[in-house]
């Protein structure tokens, strides 16, 4: 795959403005145990790449379904722009979509694939070839017109598919798993290639993954999905910085958990450790739950040799080594905490060696220390 | 739809794999299979040189040759209506079968509840009910319906007769096909009969011609039915084969049954042609 380094200059092909798709109250009940979706309130800004990430079965991609119209609602609302769409037919929303398979017609070149929703819209001929050759440029797919989807690799189909999605000026732009089917290399081409058209032409997206790499990477903002509800919904600095839940806190990256028997007030106690909390440290969430957790990112854990090496008001804990893994620029340290808790500290390459089975103190500084509820 | 995508590219492989499996069939087998073939081939072999005959009864081998036979069935206006009558019953049956087991099993593909197999278990009984109790039952309900040697009666009658092989041919066109095409055809702005005629028919559009032909090919050699159905000015083409050898033993049935087994031959094989066609290209 070419890297972008010029930027064709292109026409914008999804409508410029932005549609701000608000999402009231949603429930999709199948009438299983659990709902499917469960009482979703969210408002995606027009312009945002808004990332749903979660789990399998979290209810992300159902709420991308009942954006799509793909399915009916069980009860709430979703509006674009403040229009009420709740019971508009998929092919009336007006909405440009990407699916994990591609789901390219197969019996149609490249170029009447492209001009499909273009035909649907009864565009003139001579318009539609200039825009389909105008977006396969966009997405730097020129001279495949005349081959059919069989003769393109993945990565070329989805460059198709997304054509495809966005030659007829849709509101939005939904994004089902688009990049599950391709190689890591591919992937990070076509993220390229998304953000870039994102930017270019500051339409809404809505994305949809499980991979939390891919979210952090390419979203605006993310709403975490757990159990059919938003768990928290910030920027990807936000929610690994300053995680609500004990769920955002280990989906978004690895931490170190102590697990609290008492909400926390100036001090918080774990087995026989009492360490000072910051009251801003505190997610809010945490403040108005019974029982809450103390996390530790693995890049801020240091680890001294004996406890009076420690720096006077940090929060330290004693562990032993479990494991030391290389990874090039750094290491990666497995630590084995009191009452079996395990944790991990990332240190750089250079620092001191240390042995399997080895004591040590693991401290952090307490402004670096999150406390969630769980 | 992808999989047999990614099967053009590297297409030397299962060409040299599938020779390689012709290569080890034993001789044996093929003796089995030839005499098989030749078994049901038989009968067939027999009439037509005894369509060529110059005699005036049915006699084999064959005296003399001559078209004969065939100058009386194209100048003989009875044999001319009844090929008419059946061509023009199985034409509309076989266009109500496709149209309705299409639809039926468009619709009960994506269902998969137990009343849905109950559905399909209906619709396909009447493959497996003897003719003369079909028979039966449609000669006794259409005496009610007034519908007994009616062109409609025949069209409906041999439509439901049809249908289950459009069923079965379709909905094993459906199971190769991906419904996400169905969605993406609905986010780009085409409403569902706009996506059927675009998306979908396209795409099974083999498994609505094989079951086209073999609903075209039911009604053209179906005689049960018929032989219920018949009056005295309608009758399809095998009741009037059935009365001229149980009534005249008029030897012109050679010729005509010559034709029947040319005619069907042809309809059955195109769609077989059609597609290696499209195969190759």
Known sequence: MPATTAMPAVAPVLSKAGTQIRLTDVVKDYGLAVPAVDGVSLTIEPGEFMTLLGPSGSGKTTTLNLIAGFETLTSGHISFNGDDVSSLPPHKRNLGMLFQNYALFPHMTVAQNVAYPLRERKVPKAEISRRVAEVLELVQLPGRDDNVPSQLSGGQQQRVALARAIVFGPKALLLDEPLGALDRNLRGALQTEIQRIHREVGSTFVFVTHDQEEAMSLSDRIALFNMGRIEQVGSPETLYKAPETLFTARFLGDSNVFELDSAPGSTAVWQDRTWTVEPRTVSDRARSSSSAALVVRPEDVHIAGAADAVPPGASAAPATVADVQYLGSYRTVVLTYAGGVVGRARLDASETQLSLGQSVVAWWRVEQQRVVSR | MTTTSEVTAPAAAPARRRSRGVDAVPWWLRLVVAVGALYFVLPTLFVIPMSFSESTTFSFPPKGFSLDLYRNFFTDPVWLTSLRNSFFVAVVAALL???????????????????????????????????????????????????????AGYVLAHAAIGMPFVLVSVTSALSGFDSKLLRASASLGAPPLRTFARVTMPLISRGIATGAVFAFVTSFDEVVIALFLRSPTFQTLPVQMYNSVTFEVDPTIAATSSLVVSAVTVVCLVPLLLGSRRKNR
């Open chain 2, 97 to 151: 079968a496709t149209v309705v087991g299409t639809a039926a099993a468009v619709g009960l593909h994506n269902l998969t509840g137990r009343l849905a197999r109950l559905a399909r278990t209906v619709l396909m009984i009447s493959i497996v009910t003897p003719g003369i109790v079909i028979a039966v039952v449609v000669y006794i309900s259409f005496l009610k319906w007034h519908l007994v040697g009616t062109f």
